[in-house]
């Protein structure tokens, strides 16, 4: 999770009348779910889903105010927007946003279905194999005003809005407090992750309705950990989340009101329980099984980069993308090779450079994320240039730099230079790559 510019949009999003919790649109796994969908053929606005097309003037306009009131507005706007009022949590389903993840793919037979991971990477390659990206998790917020200092009343927020989720479904819920990279959301919205512990129902009716027959499911077992405190039966509060500020420096700033167990991280780690009922639900049904196990999400980013080489991506020429600012579809259609940035920190910037001095590249496309909280750990525009240039690599920049790391037109303006290239770049067939070959991948 990390602080949005889409936070200020869902102020029209959600003040207009949303009459219950839905998982927040500019989630990790949300996104990921919605850019697969549209490179598969599905209805969507890719990045620009959160972002009302009436809101791009006042967002350009916002970007030349002074920083300090840019920032107060993004924050107002915040306050009243980010999440849903306690009120709407009296009774929830569990399982119903998995329902809504499948109903976004067009209804057709598809040869392969990917399960797991819902990083950036993980979303390429299901758009590269034509396989929709079923994720076991979803975020959810619960509005309330506190100083984000205060774990203890950002845990109370999320444990008042569990009250009223509904008993029965096989899921576990990780309140996910990261002061650091969130600091505006968790001032505005307790945030937590509901997670399945088996194959949801609206998963296997999926598969059962729309993997051909022999199909495989390819099952995305992230495997990162990261210390959680159990709060009560099937509740975990995770305290910060991945880049370059290692756990125990989290723990250290911010005391754990219990003891710390080491469990799958809470936005990309795939709960061992979805696992195991993914292949027992593949054996049960005659589908194959591809298990892709990684330890961190960059090593789908770094399969997806060697994926698209595999499948005939454009030489010399990269997409550097970031977090939820991405476009699956594009990569697909121009066969540009996408090198996905878990966020702009300073591990996935390290992480970039290794993956680049390994494969010839000319150019790279340059697509960061914004942040309203500019962490500790963030890397900014000129030690990208710096760097990529001592590769020899030219940088042309979809995101803007002279607004990082705060643009709030970010998302309109990548989106316009992206349709742009996609035009001038598209291919006269979008690229595609079977399972049998991404397992010949080294």
């Not at 919790?21 to 969507?44: M, Q, Y």
């Not at 009560?232 to 219990?258: A, C, H, K, M």
């Amino acid at each position: 999770m990390r602080t949005l510019a889409g936070g200020l949009l869902l102020m029209v999003a959600f003040a207009a009348g949303a009459t219950g919790p839905e998982p927040l649109p500019f989630d990790s796994a949300a996104r990921a779910v919605g850019e697969v969908a549209r490179a598969l053929g599905g209805p969507g606005r890719g990045f620009l889903e959160p972002y009302p097309e009436l809101a791009a003037p006042f967002l350009r306009l916002l970007r030349y105010l002074p920083r300090d009131w840019r920032l107060a507005i993004v924050r107002f706007g915040m306050s009243f927007s980010v999440g849903y009022p306690l009120d709407a949590f009296a009774s929830w389903d569990p399982d119903g946003p998995f329902r809504r993840y499948t109903e976004r793919y067009p209804r057709r037979r598809y040869d392969a279905v990917v399960l797991g991971d819902p990083s950036g990477g993980t979303a390429h390659l299901a758009a590269l194999l034509g396989a929709p990206l079923l994720p076991p998790c979803y975020l959810l917020g619960a509005r309330h005003r506190i100083d984000p200092d205060d774990m203890d009343a950002y845990v109370a927020t999320a444990r008042e809005a569990l009250r009223g989720m509904r008993g029965g479904g096989e899921t576990e819920v990780i309140v996910h407090y990261d002061p650091l990279h969130d600091r505006d959301l968790v001032a505005n919205a307790a945030l937590f992750r509901v997670r399945a512990l088996g194959l949801p129902p609206a998963y296997r009716e999926f598969i059962r309705e729309r993997l051909r027959p022999g199909g495989t499911i390819v099952i995305a077992e992230d495997t990162y950990t990261w210390p959680q405190v159990g709060l009560s039966p099937g509740v975990w509060l995770q305290i910060g989340g991945l880049g370059d500020v290692p756990p125990e420096e989290y723990l250290r700033r911010f005391p754990p009101p219990g003891e710390v167990r080491w469990r799958r991280e809470s936005e990309w780690g795939t709960p061992e329980p979805f696992v195991l009922a993914a292949e027992g639900f593949a054996r049960g049904h005659g589908f194959r099984v591809l298990r892709l196990a990684f330890a961190h999400p960059d090593c789908y980013s770094a399969l997806a980069f060697r994926a698209y080489r595999a499948a005939g991506a454009r030489e010399g020429l990269a997409l550097l993308d970031c977090f939820t600012t991405m476009d699956a579809r594009f990569c697909v259609r121009t066969g540009i090779a996408p090198l996905h940035l878990v966020f702009n920190t300073r591990d996935s910037f390290e992480f970039a450079l290794s993956q680049l001095r390994g494969y010839p590249v000319r150019k790279a496309y340059l697509l960061l994320h914004p942040s309203y909280a500019a962490p500790e750990d963030l890397v900014y525009p000129a030690e990208w240039e710096d760097a990529l240039g001592e590769l020899g690599i030219e940088v042309e920049w979809i995101s803007d730099p002279r607004h990082f790391p705060d643009d709030p037109y970010l998302p309109f303006y990548a989106a316009g230079r992206l349709s742009e290239l996609a035009r001038e770049l598209a291919l006269p067939v979008p690229l595609s790559l079977s399972v049998e070959a991404l397992e010949g991948i080294p």
